[in-house]
C-alpha cells in the first residue's frame, strides 16, 4: 500500500521569507502523479500544485514550486516570498487511477 | 470556474439516525469520490466511484456506508446508523477521466455532528 509521510507537524516562517516543506512516500509504482493541497481555516481543500513522476522537471506555479527527487522517494514544497494568506494546512497527496492518499498535514505558520 | 458544491454545510443527527450527504460532481467529471476528515487529524479515503459503481474503498467503508449516483448529477454518501465517532467534515470531489493524474476538485465539505 502507498503511504505518504510528513515529518513536520508545524512550521511557522516569517512574511516574505522562503520556508520548505518536507514529503516522502512509498510506492512500487513507476508512474504516479504527487500533489499539494492547501487547507485553510475554512477547511476547504485547495490544489497548490501537481507533479508527474515521469517528469524529471520540477513543477512551479507562481511562488510555489516542489522539489522531486523520483529515486529518494521525496516531494518537498518550496514557498517563497511568503504571505500571511499562506497560512493554512499543507497536505502531499500521492495518486493512484481510483484513489488519493493524504499525508497527516503540515501546519503553517506565518509571522510578521 | 466549476465547482463541486456539497450540501447542507452542517448536519446535526442523533446517534443511530440516518444521514445523506449530497454532492453535485463538476458537471464533465467522471470519477467521484468520497473523503472524511476527522477535527484535527489526516484525510481519509472513503470510496471512489466510477461508471456506477465502486472503483475502490477503504476499511472505513463498512456495511453502514453507501454511495448513490441517483439521477446523473447528484453523488450521495449515506450513513445508515450513525455512531458517534463519524462525526467528522465528509469532503466530495471529482476528477476527469484522462490519464489518471488528473487532480481532485473537491467540495467546501458538510460538518457532521453525531450527538
Known amino acids: 500500500a502507498q503511504t505518504v509521510t510528513q515529518s513536520q507537524p508545524e512550521m511557522s516562517v516569517q512574511e516574505a521569507e522562503t520556508v520548505t516543506l518536507s514529503c516522502t512516500y512509498d510506492?512500487?509504482?513507476?508512474?504516479?502523479?504527487l500533489f499539494w493541497y492547501k487547507q485553510p481555516p475554512s477547511r476547504q481543500m485547495i490544489l497548490v500544485i501537481r507533479?508527474?513522476?515521469?517528469?524529471?522537471q520540477n513543477a512551479t506555479e507562481n511562488r510555489f514550486s516542489v522539489n522531486f527527487q523520483k529515486a529518494a522517494k521525496s516531494f518537498s514544497l518550496k514557498i517563497s516570498d511568503s504571505q500571511l494568506g499562506d497560512a493554512a494546512m499543507y497536505f502531499c497527496?500521492?495518486?493512484?487511477?481510483?484513489?488519493?492518499?493524504f499525508g497527516t498535514g503540515t501546519r503553517l505558520q506565518v509571522t510578521l | 470556474e466549476p465547482e463541486v458544491t456539497q450540501t447542507p454545510s452542517h448536519q446535526v443527527t442523533q446517534m443511530g439516525q440516518e444521514v445523506i450527504l449530497r454532492c453535485v460532481p463538476i458537471?464533465?467529471?467522471?470519477?467521484f469520490y468520497w473523503y472524511r476528515q476527522i477535527l484535527g487529524q489526516k484525510v481519509e479515503f472513503l470510496v471512489s466511484?466510477?461508471?456506477?459503481?465502486?472503483?475502490?474503498k477503504s476499511e472505513i467503508f463498512d456495511d453502514q456506508f453507501s454511495v448513490e449516483r441517483p439521477d446523473g448529477s447528484n453523488f450521495t454518501l449515506k450513513i445508515r446508523s450513525t455512531k458517534l465517532e463519524d462525526s467528522a467534515m465528509y469532503f466530495c470531489?471529482?476528477?476527469?477521466?484522462?490519464?489518471?493524474?488528473?487532480?481532485?476538485?473537491f467540495g467546501n465539505g458538510t460538518r457532521l455532528t453525531v450527538t
Open positions: 470531489a471529482s476528477s476527469e477521466p484522462r490519464t489518471g493524474g488528473e487532480a481532485l476538485h
Open positions: 510506492t512500487s509504482e513507476s508512474d504516479y502523479y
Open positions: 497527496a500521492y495518486r493512484t487511477a481510483s484513489k488519493l492518499t
Open positions: 507533479q508527474e513522476a515521469y517528469k524529471q
Open positions: 458537471s464533465n467529471h467522471l470519477y
Open positions: 466511484f466510477y461508471n456506477n459503481e465502486i472503483s475502490e
